[in-house]
């Protein structure tokens, strides 16, 4: 049990529509992160907040943009969906601080996202 | 730009045998490497860490070995069993929040 949960499990849109994905850790870990696993199955950061505060941003188009409303929350928001942005996210979350150590990552289960 | 190379193909043995998967990096130089597993529709799941100045570490029937100057770091399964079949990600770590992963290897081990 990661104690991370996304939701939803799967979410199948068309093209140009808004959408949201949720994600919630449950053991007041300091960072969480959102990841893009593509069809080649390669596991990409896009962000990283830390005690609600974004501290990785990848080049990423600016259509994503998380949302932290507190600390055991980090949502993904993505604008005009396009084909290529059908994929795999994950959440995850790890304790140690910046800098401090080791941030082994703890995954949520995924949101599968398709767009038609 | 840094690249990890984890052998694309499907790794077939049988079982009771020991599994060997290679992960080589270019252009970086990590802190630590990690491992993770992930069954198909789940999340990654931690394995084991290995420290830049550490040589091999073991956990159970897991382990793994990190040489810095060839670039590249060894993880075994040894007396492998069907439910060790999944796909096992290298992790990279430099330091701060930003860890980069391997694509993995899917690993088969037949009864």
Not at chain 1, 71 to 97: P, Q, T
Not at chain 2, 82 to 95: F, I, K, N, Q
Request: net charge positive; glycine share 6%.
């Amino acid at each position: 049990d990661t104690a991370v949960s996304q939701t939803p499990k799967y979410l199948v849109t068309q093209m140009g529509n808004d959408k949201s994905i949720k994600c919630e850790q449950n053991l007041g870990h300091d960072t969480m992160y959102w990841y893009k696993q593509d069809s080649k199955k390669f596991l990409k950061i896009m962000f990283s907040y830390n005690n609600k505060e974004l501290i990785i941003n990848e080049t990423v188009p600016n259509r994503f943009s998380p949302k932290s409303p507190d600390k055991a929350h980090l949502n993904l928001h993505i604008n005009s969906l396009e084909l290529g942005d059908s994929a795999v996210y994950f959440c995850a979350r790890s304790h140690e601080g910046r800098g401090a150590g080791v941030d082994t990552q703890y995954f949520g289960p995924g949101t599968r996202l398709t767009v038609l | 730009s840094q690249k990890i190379e984890q052998n694309s193909e499907a790794l077939n043995i049988q079982e009771g045998k020991t599994a060997t998967l290679t992960c080589n990096y270019t252009n970086y130089s990590p802190a630590y490497l990690q491992w993770y597993r992930q069954d198909p529709g789940r999340g990654p799941v931690f394995l084991l860490l290995i420290r830049e100045n550490e040589k091999e570490k073991r956990k159970e029937r897991l382990k793994v070995t990190f040489d810095t100057t060839l670039k590249q770091s060894l993880f075994h399964i040894t007396a492998s069993q069907p439910a060790d079949s999944a796909t096992y990600l290298c992790a990279l770590v430099r330091g701060g929040f930003k860890t980069i992963f391997g694509a993995g290897t899917r690993l088969f081990v037949k009864a």
